[in-house]
Nanobody, 123 residues
Framework: QVQLVESGGGLVQAGDSLRLSCAAS????????MGWFRQAPGKEREFVGAINWSGASTYYAESMKGRFTISRDNAKNTVSLQMNSLKSEDTAVYYC????????????????WGQGTQVTVSS
């Protein structure tokens, strides 16, 4: 079992950068592919990107490519989401999730979820 805790959210201005972190507990963290999702008010949860168990492969939603970067450190049981050139439409609660299927874009493919961290981008 894996427990996930996100951090790093906050209020930023359009064009700024922000780095989110997700700390995992449990000795099996390196066994899991990790994903990032986000959910804006009144909208469905949206896939942001994913990284495989080793960190060698990443996959992003089309609208995130070039602006968002996912990385992980299995020695520290952490996964990060670096967000650049933020836009007001990036405002959402961001979640990290753990699952076994790398690149899965649907929430149901992930077994464990963090509580989320709020990112607000002012224009």
């Amino acid at each position: 079992q894996v427990q996930l805790v996100e951090s790093g959210g906050g209020l930023v201005q359009a064009g700024d950068s922000l780095r989110l972190s997700c700390a995992a507990s449990g000795r099996t963290f390196s066994s899991y592919a990790m994903g990032w999702f986000r959910q804006a008010p009144g909208k469905e949860r949206e896939f942001v990107g994913a990284i495989n168990w080793s960190g060698a492969s990443t996959y992003y939603a089309e609208s995130m490519k070039g602006r968002f970067t996912i990385s992980r450190d299995n020695a520290k049981n952490t996964v990060s989401l670096q967000m650049n050139s933020l836009k007001s439409e990036d405002t959402a609660v961001y979640y990290c999730a753990a699952g076994f299927a790398f690149g899965a874009t649907r929430s149901r493919n992930y077994d464990y979820w963090g509580q989320g961290t709020q990112v607000t981008v002012s224009s």
